[in-house]
């Protein structure tokens, strides 16, 4: 367990560091992706589409019996805590593997849900058994491989002494740029519609399967001010900073959470809006603690 636990930051060439991470952070956008439409409350289970098909697939289209016997027996009949499961594995794949954080442990769980996925849907109709073994393929990568060396979370944590803040400030302000550009387009992208609307304009689109999620203008606005905090944390080196951009990326987490087909989303977000917050405050919280070393 502890060997999950420890940076995935083996030493070796920077080119090969830097293709590791790509291929992480590639993972970690196809988890963000798909968290969208496993929808609580009742994950589709109502209109028997979404997760509940797609589960109730391994029991029309059986490719493992006795995993389709424990489809059929043990998880539809409880399926709304399944449901959740199943959200809360994909959204900490989707922030773990995005932000470089407990890499190896984010890969053990990736090849896990992977193979269950394949075990579900690859023996039905239109669908290519290879995406599955692909999928578990690129997780048993990232397993076994230093994909944290770069842009990650486990470099940060691996550093000591006086690497450390400089680690945790340059991840910080990358961060901080990269939600910031997003918040820029989520907002143009908003302009001249509801500024509370419930179902913001997608940033990304189902064309490529990329998304950074919906955001309405309010939620655009979260997302900036989040970002600005992050930028100026890691630019002054201010723990304090870098804390109220995790918080406050946490806080617009849980109410789309709470809100999600229940009632009108106040930021306008999805599932993979909300991961998305996640990730910010993943990185902010993360980095924080190395911030407030230089200040010693």
Do not use: C
């Amino acid at each position: 367990m502890a060997s999950l636990l420890a940076p995935a930051v083996e030493s070796g060439p920077s080119a090969s560091a830097a293709a590791l991470a790509s291929l992480r952070i590639l993972a970690g956008l196809l988890w963000l992706y798909n968290v969208s439409w496993k929808r609580p409350p009742d994950f589709g289970e109502g209109s028997g589409s979404g997760l509940y098909g797609f589960t109730r697939d391994a029991v029309e289209y059986p490719v493992f019996p006795p995993y389709s016997w424990l489809v059929e027996h043990v998880v539809l009949p409880n399926f709304t805590a399944f449901g959740w499961s199943v959200l809360v594995a994909e959204t900490m794949l989707a922030v773990l593997l995005l932000t470089g954080t407990f890499v190896r442990l984010a890969a053990l769980v990736g090849v896990a849900q992977s193979l269950a996925i394949g075990l579900s849907v690859a023996g039905a109709p239109g669908e290519w058994p290879w995406a599955y073994w692909m999928m578990i393929g690129i997780h048993v990568v990232l397993l076994f491989t230093a994909s944290g060396r770069a842009a990650a979370v486990d470099a940060v944590r691996a550093q000591a002494g006086d690497d450390g803040p400089p680690a945790a400030a340059r991840l910080l302000r990358g961060w901080g740029v990269v939600i910031g550009l997003a918040a820029v387009v989520a907002l143009v992208l908003a302009l001249g519609e509801d500024p509370l609307a419930s179902a913001g304009s997608a940033l990304g689109g189902s064309d490529l399967s990329v998304s950074l999620g919906r955001y309405n203008v309010l939620g655009a606005v979260v997302l900036l001010v989040v970002a600005a905090l992050m930028v100026v944390g890691a630019s002054l080196h201010r723990r304090e900073l870098a804390l109220i951009a995790a918080a406050l990326a946490v806080l617009a987490a849980l109410s789309m959470y709470l809100q999600l087909s229940r009632t009108d989303v106040w930021l306008g977000g999805s599932n993979t809006s909300a991961a998305f917050f996640l990730s910010a405050a993943v990185v902010s919280g993360a980095t924080a603690g190395a911030l407030r070393q230089r200040t010693r």
